[in-house]
């Protein structure tokens, strides 16, 4: 029987759906939230809402008290002057927590490629990350999804008005993708669920990968008018983010991912997979996004 779930970034995108599932099966919920305000009405209402960041341990210290399951998810920060260190910021004081109050099971987003030799920026960050939540000795599922499909979104504007995305990645290689909801699916279901043991990986990915040429098709089908790639080279795609005011060290991450990913950092799809595909998410979420 589960008797408390703590959810952290409540209010983003995955959190939120996390909390969203959890609290529709009537699970019991805390959330902790740098901004209780931001949360939804039912979750203000209903949850045990704790305020501030899961990376202060006084925090967590309330927070994982009496819990059966916590959700991680590390907040991205462009500004991070230390990538890696921003990860582990947070994931010293959890495993800390968890270690102190026996929590039996860890849930984490990660990312798909662990055990690629080369560095890997953001991914190489997530990756040491788990490492340090394991070593809480809690059971640990680390959900490993590929590149988010909800990144385009952040081009919705260049899609709509000139019919083109960029991304600095081979136009005929394929590029493994994730849905977002795929992954809050995954985690909520764990959560949720009291009996499983040890530590392991979940890979979190749409069932066919696709080339970025092939995404444009898809993408042209999907909206009833043509959509183009563009290959963007890296030092374009580092210049995308400091006009973002992103630091030094996170463009690092962001050049050193890409070239993971070009790199084969992704494994391979296997058979069978049950993910959303890409002109699934196309339809669900790109589209009305674009006629908004």
């Keep these: 029987m589960v008797t408390m779930i703590v959810i952290t970034t409540p209010t983003g995108t995955i959190g939120a759906s996390v909390a969203e599932s959890l609290y529709a099966d009537e699970l019991p919920l805390r959330v902790i939230a740098r901004d209780p305000s931001a949360l939804a009405q039912t979750l203000r209402s209903d949850a045990d809402v704790i ?22 998810l590390v907040p991205p920060d462009l500004a991070a002057v230390d990538v890696a260190e921003h990860y582990l910021g947070f994931a010293r004081p959890i495993a800390r927590a968890v270690r102190d109050h026996g929590v039996p099971r860890v849930v984490a987003v990660s990312s798909l490629g662990r ?17 340090v ?12 999804p590929a590149f988010f ?48 043991t040890g530590q392991d990986g979940v890979p ?19 909206l009833g008018r043509t959509i183009r790639f563009r290959q963007t080279s890296l030092d374009e795609y580092g210049a995308q983010y400091a006009a973002f005011g992103a630091s030094p060290a996170s463009i690092t991450g962001m050049i050193e991912m890409a070239e993971a990913q070009a790199a084969g950092v992704y494994p391979s799809v296997a058979p069978g997979g049950i993910g959303t595909g890409f002109a699934e998410w196309c339809e669900l979420v790109l589209r009305p996004e674009l006629t908004r």
Excluded: C, K
């Design 204 to 222: 979190v990915r749409e069932p066919v990968d696709h080339t970025p040429n092939e995404m444009a098709q898809i993408m042209s089908d999907t």
């Design 133 to 144: 939540l394991e070593s809480s000795g809690a059971a640990y599922r680390s959900l490993q």
């Design 51 to 72: 305020a501030g960041s899961h990376s202060d341990p006084i925090v967590l210290d309330a927070a994982l008290s009496g819990a059966d399951a916590v959700f991680v």
């Design 149 to 196: 499909m909800e990144n385009l979104l952040h081009q919705a504007s260049l899609i709509r008005e000139q019919g083109v995305f960029v991304l600095p990645a081979e136009p005929d290689r394929p590029l493994a993708a994730a849905a977002t909801a795929d992954i809050a699916r995954t985690a909520a279901g764990l959560l949720a669920d009291p009996t499983w």
């Design 115 to 131: 055990g690629f030799a080369g560095p890997a920026g953001m991914l190489s960050a997530a990756w040491a990350m788990d490492e």
